[in-house]
């Protein structure tokens, strides 16, 4: 079965550093971009970025870039999200998803099951 | 950036209509075109791809149409379970973008 396990939920201060993960199995990792996908309380979804793990090729939608990081370390089949200086307004529901096509005509399939973000003082 | 619209923003239906839902993008995008199913506390989870395909496992009742701005999803016989927010999402360039979401309630 392929799947996106995401880690657990994590409460920060403002100013915090932070890297979450996703680990791909039941499938070849290297061979599918990774996604991650942000959804603030109550919103709708937003795409933020892929990695391609074989070779670490990464994209940035404009409205993350510079905000976040996206990684791999496909030695252990994981992508990771991070951030180096935490807003309140981070807070959201961040999910990894793999994508089934290239970078563009692509579709998203699995999707983890989330790691909830919290920043608060 | 692409911008994707969706109506109606939410809807009501009894089980057994027939639902529609429509997404219209800002440019053509041909047929690169996803659906997706979101209920409660749940991710996301793949409908249709590419417009039209059914992704295995989705029942039947459930089709997608459409090319170039004007897409539609189509519900044939609305059941209780189908209770969720469904999304669309062009995947024709970078930055991918979605729709802002349907929210689907059973009278």
């Known amino acids: 079965e392929v799947q996106l396990v995401q880690s657990g939920a994590e409460v920060k201060e403002p100013g915090d550093s932070l890297k979450i993960s996703c680990k791909g199995s039941g499938y070849i990792f290297t061979s599918y971009w990774i996604g991650w996908v942000r959804q603030m309380p109550g919103k709708g979804l937003e795409w933020m970025g892929i990695?391609?793990?074989?070779?670490?090729?990464?994209r940035y939608s404009p409205s993350f870039q510079g905000q976040v990081t996206i990684s791999v370390d496909k030695s252990i089949s994981t992508a990771y999200l991070q951030w180096s200086s935490l807003k309140a307004s981070d807070t959201a529901m961040y999910y990894c998803v793999r994508h089934h096509g290239g970078v563009i005509n692509n579709w998203f399939d699995p999707w983890g099951q989330g790691t909830l973000v919290t920043v608060s003082s | 950036d692409i911008q994707m619209t969706q109506s109606p923003s939410s809807l009501s239906a009894s089980v057994g209509d027939r639902v529609t839902i429509t997404c219209r993008a800002s440019q053509s995008i041909n047929s690169y075109l996803n659906w997706y199913q979101q209920k409660p506390g749940k991710a996301p989870e793949l409908l249709v791809y590419g417009a039209t395909s059914l992704q295995s496992g989705v029942p039947s009742r459930f089709s997608g149409d459409g090319s170039g701005t004007h897409f539609t999803l189509t519900i044939s016989s609305l059941q209780p379970e189908d209770s969720a927010t469904y999304y669309c999402q062009h995947s024709s360039t970078t930055p991918i973008t979605f729709g802002q979401g349907t929210r689907l309630d059973i009278k």
């Open positions: 990695i391609y793990p074989d070779d670490s090729d990464t």
